[in-house]
Nanobody, 132 residues
Framework: QVHVVESGGGLVQAGGSLRLSCAAS????????MSWFRQAPGREREFVAA?????????????YYADSVKGRFTIDRDNAKNTVALKMNSLKPEDTAVYYC????????????????????WGQGTQVTVSS
């Protein structure tokens, strides 16, 4: 079993910043992608950002973003092993949602990164609220 835990959510005013962190731990596993999704009330879960590793566990160095967050959000590895951060700047009220971290433990194509069904493990989510 792989445990995925998010942290760092909270309440912030529009234009502010937050940093979310995601830690994956548990049994030995291969990590091919770690991503952030979000879900607002009454809406479907949507892709936010992702990073990938190669089959040999080396970091690809590429990141992927939804159009709605490009230029404002940055996904990157933390120095701690199996930890990924999402740095969110210039936050808008429409960014309000529960943010989830997800992990792919099997090699899949880049096209799968935005599809929630292609992930093997999920965290419980952290609330981000942006006030106007």
């Amino acid at each position: 079993q792989v445990h995925v835990v998010e942290s760092g959510g909270g309440l912030v005013q529009a234009g502010g910043s937050l940093r979310l962190s995601c830690a994956a731990s548990g049994r030995t596993f291969s990590r091919y992608a770690m991503s952030w999704f979000r879900q607002a009330p009454g809406r479907e879960r949507e892709f936010v950002a992702a990073i990938r590793w190669n089959d040999d566990s080396t970091y690809v160095g590429s990141s992927y973003y939804a159009d709605s967050v490009k230029g404002r959000f940055t996904i990157d590895r933390d120095n701690a092993k199996n930890t990924v951060a999402l740095k969110m700047n210039s936050l808008k009220p429409e960014d309000t949602a529960v943010y989830y971290c997800a992990v792919q433990t099997q090699s899949r194509s880049i096209a799968t990164l935005s599809r929630p069904g292609e992930y093997d493990y999920w965290g419980q989510g952290t609330q981000v609220t942006v006030s106007s």
